[in-house]
């Protein structure tokens, strides 16, 4: 875990407010890592690490000041990580379940075990990508029971994780959900990120940021 700087190479737009951001740096990182990228407002935020077209990358949904510095204005980004616990899959078939936000990280956990990748955009999607996409709730809504697999990864907004739990609740074991979005500092110094699970205390960014369904006591 170190301190580092993030040269954007290239920036794609996926959807209306969500971009691809392709780093020049390559940085050694397990499926589930995350990174926290300094803001001039000194605010820093995380992002799942992942991979494309083999290059260090992350995606960002542009939705304030932070977020535009990173993906429109900064050239170069200060940047802290590699953090949080790496995914082991269980064995089988896997599915990723993901919003365009977190597009890079199910990429590369295809090239690492081979599991499918279906992405759940709200708005059109600008590029191809090498995934089963779907744009709109009403599509998701009817592939997500058609989809079967031994394992999911849920990767996306509070609203696809509940979609998703509500649908595949009964076997909740083999579900398992990013939780980035809950983080403050990333390193274990603030303790917002703390929630109850099923076996006792946990915190986003140390235990996590990925668990499984059962840890989660969302009835
Ligand atoms: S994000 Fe600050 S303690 Fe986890």
């Given at each position: ?171 909740k074991e083999h579900l398992f959900f990013t939780l980035e979005e809950y983080m403050g ?35």
């Amino acid at each position: 875990m170190e301190n580092f700087c993030l040269t954007k190479d290239k920036v794609l737009r996926i959807n209306s407010d969500t971009y691809l951001l392709i780093f020049e740096e390559r940085l050694p990182f397990e499926p589930g890592q995350f990174v926290m990228i300094e803001t001039p407002q000194l605010v820093r935020k995380p992002f799942m690490l992942g991979r494309w077209n083999e290059a260090l990358a992350i995606s960002v949904q542009m939705k304030g000041v932070g977020t535009r510095y990173i993906v429109q204005e900064a050239r170069k980004l200060k940047a802290h990580g590699p953090l949080g616990k790496a995914f082991v899959p269980p064995e089988g078939r896997g599915v990723v379940v993901a919003s365009p936000t977190c597009v890079t990280m199910a990429n590369y956990l295809q090239k690492r075990c081979n599991c499918e990748v279906v992405i759940g955009s709200k708005t059109q999607v600008r590029f191809e990508l090498p995934f089963r996409t779907v744009v709109g709730d009403h599509e998701f809504l009817r592939l997500l029971p058609t989809l079967q697999y031994d394992w999911c990864l849920v990767a996306g907004s509070d609203s696809m994780k509940r979609v998703v739990w509500e649908t595949f609740k009964n076997k909740k074991e083999h579900l398992f959900f990013t939780l980035e979005e809950y983080m403050g500092c990333g390193v274990g110094a603030c303790k917002s990120c703390s929630f109850l699970a099923s076996s006792g205390l946990k915190y986003v960014c140390k235990d996590g940021p990925i668990f499984r369904g059962d840890e989660l006591c969302w009835e």
